[in-house]
């Protein structure tokens, strides 16, 4: 069975924190994602992989870093957190290849104080 | 601006069929049509995808119209558990096949 697990389901930073999420596929899959939900919005891409230490921004990479040392492994980054950054955070895997299945973790509710 | 248009919310009875439109008038020949569902506290999970032609899986089944300008889902008897956001969504060659949100629609069933 496929699994994408995330470190936290609920996380509390305070302003200007440095704050780690973490990802874990175990599918060997090349790409991953990371994305951000907020009410009436849907889903908005901040960052992706297509390999091992290589990144691509997304629709709203402000405000974010990520880093992909392991293959298996994507960490999402805010350097200084901030209150609009109070959202869900969700991560997601797939095959490579232009049009695959994403395969989504159980996503991390973070809030900002 | 809005790839794809859905209705916010949309009500069934359990054991009847479910059809959830959704219109994407601007798709181009390459766009693919995806629909994922979201559980209530889960991540998303792919439904379904196509091109042109209708799609049939285990879950649910995708029929497109032959201007590819709108589409539906069809669950063709839905319980309890088949309760969620679906959304609707366009990958676009341009954006290297990203995925495109929307947001979506709740569907309710009824008992």
């Known amino acids: 069975d496929v699994k994408v697990t995330q470190s936290s389901r609920y996380l509390v930073k305070r302003t200007g924190e440095k704050v780690f999420l973490e990802c874990v596929q175990d599918?060997?899959?090349?790409?991953m994602f990371w994305y951000r939900q907020d009410p009436g919005l849907g889903l908005r891409l901040i960052y992706f992989?297509?390999?091992?230490?290589?990144?691509e921004k997304g629709d709203i990479p402000e405000g974010y870093s990520v880093s992909r040392e392991k293959k298996e492994r994507f960490s999402l980054i805010l350097e200084s957190a901030s209150t609009n950054q109070t959202s869900m955070y969700l991560c997601?895997?797939?095959?490579?290849?232009?049009?695959?299945?994403?395969?989504f973790g159980p996503g991390t509710r973070l809030t900002v104080t | 601006d809005a790839k794809t248009t859905q209705p916010n919310s949309m009500e069934s009875n359990e054991e009847e069929p479910v059809h959830l439109p959704c219109n994407h008038s601007t798709i181009s020949g390459t766009d693919y049509i995806h629909w994922y569902r979201q559980l209530p506290s889960q991540g998303p999970e792919y439904v379904i995808h196509g091109l042109t032609s209708n799609v049939n899986n285990r879950m649910a089944s995708l029929a497109i119209a032959e201007d590819r300008k709108s589409s539906t889902l069809i669950l063709h008897r839905a319980t309890l558990r088949d309760a969620a956001v679906y959304y609707c969504?366009?990958?676009?060659?341009?954006?290297?096949?990203?995925?495109?949100w929307g947001a979506g629609t709740k569907l309710i069933i009824k008992p």
């Open positions: 599918m060997d899959h090349e790409n």
């Open positions: 992989s297509y390999d091992v230490k290589m990144k």
């Open positions: 997601a895997s797939s095959e490579q290849g232009a049009v695959r299945e994403q395969y």
């Open positions: 969504i366009l990958s676009i060659m341009d954006s290297n096949y990203q995925l495109i």
